[in-house]
Each structure stands twice: as structure tokens, then as C-alpha cells.
């Protein structure tokens, strides 16, 4: 658990260097490649509390919840720095390692680079097929990695660089507060993305609030602003990233939070809209599971008194390579998230400022009656937008 120190790669198994998460396309904590099928994060007490005692009921819209790791800075004789991982107690023995041959391709080309915290320009060429994402330059110039000097945001990019800039400010952040020998904790999730080829992913900040019951007043009164200045006042879900892959193109389309923040009430539906599209036609095969996995989250979260999900995210994931086997959008929706037809998926995320009765974290957290009102009214909006958009309107 939280308390057991890991034991070092000599006692187990090789240690891990740790990648930032090349399909990540929302939040502010940099998301880490463990290996093909996991992913890391650091560990928030509260966080941990949620994912240990998780409801079964919800355990089907959530990552799985895989162990603790601890992990530490390195750095080179140039002054690059590199987060590697000690596999221990805190990990299942199911996982594997990146340093093993085989795995995402895009993964490994990350992998043969070292990221200096002060230089992160970077060129990639194009060299693996299929699941790659870096498909031509990528280069950091400045904070708002989208936007133009106009403040605009392009409408296509070849690749989504919001991992790589958190993983740049997460690097900074450690190297300046923590010398190199510190172990942090990091949570191993499931890569609730890794079975697509393709991943087109839609963010949402789900809820009329965003503050955790434990912020201070200033934070509580920044975040009160975005949502009133947002459509997570009006709708309750807001867009905080986006990637989907255009056929006509072979570029995926990005856009971030800032961008989400902006956005009318109209604008989130046609932003939602063209989350279904692949540059050539509206994927309108998609909205039915969508929906219907929506709608049976919705029965779920309805039944969960005391939650409270602040600043937790949605995501809505499918495949951006179309499937060949029309016929199979007519099946029945099938409840396993793993074996629908349309490879459609829907999870929550995020849990560093959910609370509920009994949390671990927090023995004392603010009392809420009933179930999260405030989320159920964002899940309700996005279902009938996607119901008028199924229905042509």
C-alpha cells in the first residue's frame, strides 16, 4: 500500500522510463506511459481513496485501478531530465515494461528520447504506420500550444502536443521543488485507449461545479468564474480536449481546453458534432451506443448518494479507422465496454477532488445528501444533444 517502499530494480524487476502519454488531450497532470496497456499518474490520497473503495456498478465507466508505483527524477550530464519508474510492491504482476521489445510504435518513438525541462523542441519524421499520432513536425513554441498569433486555433493539426506540454510543466515543477533521489508515488491505471487504432477522444468537465470542498477561497472563486463564463453553468459539461482523426486528411483534428472554454451553448453542439466527424461524413453509426452507454452511466451515477465528482472528467472514446462490417452496426448494444460493436467507449476520470461517505482520504468530507446533481444534469444535457443530432437536428 501507500507506506510499503518498493523494492529497488536489483530486488525486482527492471526499472521503467517513463513517456508522456501520447493520446492525452485534457487536465493539467501529465498522464505517463507504464507500458501498452498502463498508464501513470501521481498518486492524490483522495484519488486513491476512490479507486479502493469504488462502487462494483461503476467499475465498468471507470480505468481499472492497477497498484502504486514509485518513481523518481534522473538526470543526464546535459541536463536532461527523465522520470523512471521502480517497479515494486505496489505493482501488479501483470505488468509489463517498456523496455521490452514489441508495443505501440508511437510509444516507442517517444521512448528514444530524452525531454530536457528547459528544451522540448523536438522534430519527429514519419516512420511508424498505424498507430501513429506524430505524423509530421512537432514543436513548442509557446503556453497556448493551438492557438495562433491571433489567439485562433487552427483547425487541423497532425498531432496533439497537449501531453507533451504538461509532461514539460510537470518536469519543471519536480525538478525545481525535489532533488533527484525523492520517490514519488504514482497511480498505474488502465490505457483505457490502447485496444484503438485510431483514438478519437473527447474530454468533458462534467458538472455546474469544479472546486473540491477543499479549495481556498481564491481557487473556489476562479473556478466559480469559468464555469459562469462557460457552458458548465447552461449544460453542465464543458469540452476540455479533443482529438479525432480525419480520413480526408490522415491529420487528427485538436483542440484544447481553452478552446472549450469559449465555446456558446451552440458552439458545444457543433463542436460535438464535429467530434463525430471524420473530414468526409458525420459518423452517425456511433451516436446510438454513445447514448445508450450514456444512458446507462446516467442510471448508475443516479444511484450513487453522497458522490460528489467534482472536477472529474468524461471521456468518450471510438476508433477513427472506420469498421468495414456495417452490418454489425444493427447488433444489439451489448453492456461489456469491451466487446460493443461500434468500439465505443465511455469512462470517467479524474477523482483528486471527488468525496463521498467513508472516503479514506477525507473521514470527515462535507456531508451531501443523494446522488451528484449537478453531474446527472450535464450526462442529461449531452444525451439530448446527441439525440437531436442522431435525429437530424
Given at each position: 500500500?501507500?507506506?510499503?517502499?518498493?523494492?529497488?530494480?536489483?530486488?525486482?524487476?527492471?526499472?521503467?522510463?517513463?513517456?508522456?502519454?501520447?493520446?492525452?488531450?485534457?487536465?493539467?497532470?501529465?498522464?505517463?506511459?507504464?507500458?501498452?496497456?498502463?498508464?501513470?499518474?501521481?498518486?492524490?490520497?483522495?484519488?486513491?481513496?476512490?479507486?479502493?473503495?469504488?462502487?462494483?456498478?461503476?467499475?465498468?465507466?471507470?480505468?481499472?485501478?492497477?497498484?502504486?508505483?514509485?518513481?523518481?527524477?534522473?538526470?543526464?550530464?546535459?541536463?536532461?531530465?527523465?522520470?523512471?519508474?521502480?517497479?515494486?510492491?505496489?505493482?501488479?504482476?501483470?505488468?509489463?515494461?517498456?523496455?521490452?521489445?514489441?508495443?505501440?510504435?508511437?510509444?516507442?518513438?517517444?521512448?528514444?528520447?530524452?525531454?530536457?525541462?528547459?528544451?522540448?523542441?523536438?522534430?519527429?519524421?514519419?516512420?511508424?504506420?498505424?498507430?501513429?499520432?506524430?505524423?509530421?513536425?512537432?514543436?513548442?513554441?509557446?503556453?497556448?500550444?493551438?492557438?495562433?498569433?491571433?489567439?485562433?486555433?487552427?483547425?487541423?493539426?497532425?498531432?496533439?502536443?497537449?501531453?507533451?506540454?504538461?509532461?514539460?510543466?510537470?518536469?519543471?515543477?519536480?525538478?525545481?521543488?525535489?532533488?533527484?533521489?525523492?520517490?514519488?508515488?504514482?497511480?498505474?491505471?488502465?490505457?483505457?485507449?490502447?485496444?484503438?487504432?485510431?483514438?478519437?477522444?473527447?474530454?468533458?468537465?462534467?458538472?455546474?461545479?469544479?472546486?473540491?470542498?477543499?479549495?481556498?477561497?481564491?481557487?473556489?472563486?476562479?473556478?466559480?468564474?469559468?464555469?459562469?463564463?462557460?457552458?458548465?453553468?447552461?449544460?453542465?459539461?464543458?469540452?476540455?480536449?479533443?482529438?479525432?482523426?480525419?480520413?480526408?486528411?490522415?491529420?487528427?483534428?485538436?483542440?484544447?481546453?481553452?478552446?472549450?472554454?469559449?465555446?456558446?451553448?451552440?458552439?458545444?453542439?457543433?463542436?460535438?458534432?464535429?467530434?463525430?466527424?471524420?473530414?468526409?461524413?458525420?459518423?452517425?453509426?456511433?451516436?446510438?451506443?454513445?447514448?445508450?452507454?450514456?444512458?446507462?452511466?446516467?442510471?448508475?451515477?443516479?444511484?450513487?448518494s453522497s458522490y460528489r465528482f467534482y472536477s472529474s472528467s468524461l471521456l468518450i472514446i471510438y476508433d477513427g479507422q472506420e469498421r468495414k462490417e456495417s452490418a454489425d452496426h444493427h447488433l444489439p448494444f451489448s453492456k461489456s465496454h469491451g466487446a460493443n460493436p461500434s468500439r465505443v467507449d465511455v469512462r470517467m476520470i479524474d477523482f483528486a477532488h471527488t468525496t463521498f461517505k467513508g472516503s479514506k482520504s477525507n473521514?470527515?468530507?462535507?456531508?451531501?445528501?443523494?446522488?451528484?446533481?449537478?453531474?446527472?444534469?450535464?450526462?442529461?444535457?449531452?444525451?439530448?444533444?446527441?439525440?437531436?443530432?442522431?435525429?437530424?437536428?
Amino acid at each position: 500500500m501507500v507506506g510499503q517502499s518498493p523494492l529497488s530494480p536489483a530486488e525486482g524487476r527492471a526499472a521503467v522510463l517513463l513517456q508522456p502519454f501520447v493520446h492525452q488531450v485534457g487536465g493539467h497532470t501529465s498522464m505517463l506511459t507504464y507500458d501498452e496497456h498502463t498508464v501513470c499518474k501521481p498518486l492524490v490520497s483522495q484519488e486513491l481513496s476512490f479507486y479502493e473503495s469504488l462502487p462494483l456498478a461503476m467499475r465498468q465507466f471507470t480505468p481499472q485501478y492497477k497498484g502504486i508505483v514509485s518513481v523518481h527524477l534522473k538526470k543526464d550530464s546535459l541536463g536532461n531530465l527523465t522520470l523512471i519508474a521502480s517497479p515494486g510492491l505496489g505493482q501488479p504482476d501483470g505488468c509489463g515494461r517498456l523496455d521490452s521489445a514489441g508495443g505501440d510504435p508511437a510509444v516507442t518513438l517517444w521512448h528514444k528520447r530524452k525531454w530536457s525541462h528547459t528544451q522540448v523542441t523536438k522534430t519527429f519524421k514519419d516512420s511508424c504506420p498505424g498507430k501513429m499520432l506524430l505524423r509530421t513536425e512537432l514543436q513548442y513554441h509557446t503556453d497556448s500550444l493551438l492557438e495562433d498569433a491571433n489567439g485562433k486555433q487552427p483547425e487541423r493539426k497532425s498531432h496533439n502536443p497537449w501531453g507533451l506540454h504538461c509532461h514539460r510543466q510537470h518536469l519543471n515543477r519536480m525538478s525545481s521543488k525535489h532533488n533527484e533521489n525523492k520517490l514519488h508515488q504514482f497511480l498505474l491505471l488502465e490505457n483505457v485507449v490502447s485496444k484503438y487504432s485510431y483514438p478519437c477522444i473527447l474530454d468533458l468537465k462534467m458538472g455546474t461545479r469544479q472546486h473540491g470542498d477543499d479549495a481556498s477561497e481564491e481557487k473556489k472563486a476562479r473556478h466559480i468564474k469559468k464555469c459562469e463564463q462557460s457552458t458548465s453553468a447552461s449544460l453542465g459539461v464543458r469540452i476540455c480536449g479533443m482529438q479525432v482523426y480525419q480520413a480526408d486528411t490522415g491529420h487528427f483534428l485538436c483542440k484544447d481546453k481553452y478552446y472549450g472554454r469559449k465555446l456558446s451553448p451552440e458552439g458545444f453542439r457543433q463542436t460535438l458534432r464535429q467530434f463525430l466527424c471524420d473530414g468526409n461524413r458525420l459518423r452517425a453509426e456511433l451516436l446510438e451506443p454513445i447514448i445508450l452507454r450514456l444512458k446507462a452511466l446516467l442510471a448508475v451515477i443516479r444511484k450513487q448518494s453522497s458522490y460528489r465528482f467534482y472536477s472529474s472528467s468524461l471521456l468518450i472514446i471510438y476508433d477513427g479507422q472506420e469498421r468495414k462490417e456495417s452490418a454489425d452496426h444493427h447488433l444489439p448494444f451489448s453492456k461489456s465496454h469491451g466487446a460493443n460493436p461500434s468500439r465505443v467507449d465511455v469512462r470517467m476520470i479524474d477523482f483528486a477532488h471527488t468525496t463521498f461517505k467513508g472516503s479514506k482520504s477525507n473521514p470527515n468530507p462535507t456531508p451531501y445528501d443523494g446522488p451528484d446533481h449537478g453531474y446527472i444534469f450535464g450526462l442529461e444535457n449531452l444525451i439530448k444533444i446527441l439525440q437531436n443530432l442522431s435525429e437530424g437536428k
